[in-house]
C-alpha cells in the first residue's frame, strides 16, 4: 500500500481465537484497507468466514518436475522456481518476481515448517490487495525484488478510521517518529517486522521493502502457533491474525482461490 492504503498488521497475532463462527466473525470492524486501492477493485467472495479454505493448488507432474526436491527452502530453487514463476504469473495475473517470492516462500515453509501447509495463492492474494503485487503507487517490483519507491503507509494516529499505533522504531523503517506506518509489499508494522523479519532472499539483511524478505515473513506470521493454513480453522485465524477484517478475508479468499483455479485449469 501507498500514502492511502494501510490496515492493522500483527497487533492481534496470536490471539485469535481458534473457532470462528459468524457471529464471532460478525464482530469484527470493517478495515479501512479493504476500502483504499488496490484493495477497492477486489471482490469480496462471498463465503462464510472460518468454513471453506481456498481451492488447494494441485501439484502436477509438469510443476513438480519444476520444484526443488531437496535442499533449503530457499535456496537451490532459482532455475526451476524462475522458470515456473515466468510462465505462471502472466497467465494469472501476478508479477512473475512477485509470484517468485511467494513460490519461493511456500518451499521454505514446507521445509522449515511442513505442518503448517501454507500456499504460495494465499501469499498472492495477501500481496494483491495489500500492495498490488509491490506496483502500488506507480512503483515497479524491479529484478531485485524492491519496488522502485519505497511503499509506505498512511500515518497510523487513528484518523480516518485507522487504528492508532504510537512509534516503536524510531522512524527507522517507516520515516516517521511519532507514529507508525505499514511498509513494504506486504504492509508489516515495524513492531511485527520486528517480530517476525525473515531474509528471505539470503542477502543477509531483513528488508520489509524487499518482496522475498516480506513474503517469507509474512508465511511465518501466518503459520505462528501452529496453525494449519490448509484447514479453515487456521486459514481464517491467519489471515484475522494480519488484518481483523471479515471482508478483508474474504477478499484475499477470493484471490486465492482464483490464483489457484487458474494454476489448475493450466495442468
Known amino acids: 500500500m501507498g500514502a492511502r492504503l494501510v490496515a492493522v498488521l500483527g497487533v492481534l497475532g496470536l490471539a485469535v481465537g481458534a473457532v470462528w463462527g459468524l457471529k464471532q466473525a460478525a464482530a469484527l470492524d470493517p478495515s479501512p484497507t479493504t476500502l483504499e486501492i488496490p484493495a477497492l477493485s477486489v471482490q469480496a467472495a462471498n463465503v462464510k468466514p472460518g468454513s471453506v479454505t481456498p481451492v488447494s493448488v494441485k501439484d502436477t507432474p509438469k510443476q513438480r518436475k519444476q520444484r526443488p526436491s531437496g535442499g533449503s527452502g530457499t535456496q537451490g530453487s532459482g532455475g526451476s522456481l524462475t522458470g515456473w514463476a515466468k510462465r505462471t504469473g502472466p497467465a494469472i495475473g501476478v508479477p512473475s518476481r512477485?509470484?517468485?517470492?511467494?513460490?519461493?516462500?511456500?518451499?521454505?515453509?514446507?521445509?522449515?515448517?511442513?505442518?503448517?501447509?501454507?500456499?504460495?495463492?494465499?501469499?498472492?492474494?495477501?500481496?494483491?490487495?495489500?500492495?498490488?503485487?509491490?506496483?502500488?503507487?506507480g512503483a515497479v517490483l524491479q529484478p531485485n525484488g524492491v519496488p522502485s519507491t519505497p511503499i509506505i503507509g498512511v500515518p497510523l494516529d487513528g484518523s480516518g478510521g485507522f487504528k492508532s499505533i504510537s512509534d516503536t522504531d524510531g522512524g527507522e523503517l517507516d520515516g516517521d517518529t511519532k507514529v507508525d506506518r505499514a511498509v513494504g509489499p506486504m504492509q508489516f508494522i515495524p513492531s511485527t517486522w520486528a517480530s517476525y523479519a525473515a531474509d528471505g532472499n539470503g542477502d543477509g539483511v531483513a528488508d520489509p521493502q524487499q518482496i522475498d524478505d516480506a513474503a517469507l515473513a509474512a508465511a511465518h506470521y501466518l503459520c505462528a502457533g501452529g496453525r494449519d493454513m490448509s484447514s479453515a480453522e487456521g486459514w481464517w485465524a491467519g489471515l484475522w491474525s494480519y488484518n481483523q477484517s471479515v471482508e478483508y478475508g474474504q477478499k484475499v479468499f477470493g484471490l486465492a482461490d482464483h490464483y489457484a483455479r487458474a494454476v489448475n485449469s493450466r495442468g
Open 98 to 137: 512477485a509470484l517468485h517470492a511467494y513460490g519461493k516462500a511456500e518451499i521454505a515453509m514446507k521445509q522449515t515448517n511442513p505442518a503448517c501447509r501454507l500456499s504460495w495463492a494465499t501469499l498472492a492474494g495477501i500481496g494483491r490487495v495489500e500492495s498490488d503485487h509491490g506496483r502500488y503507487g
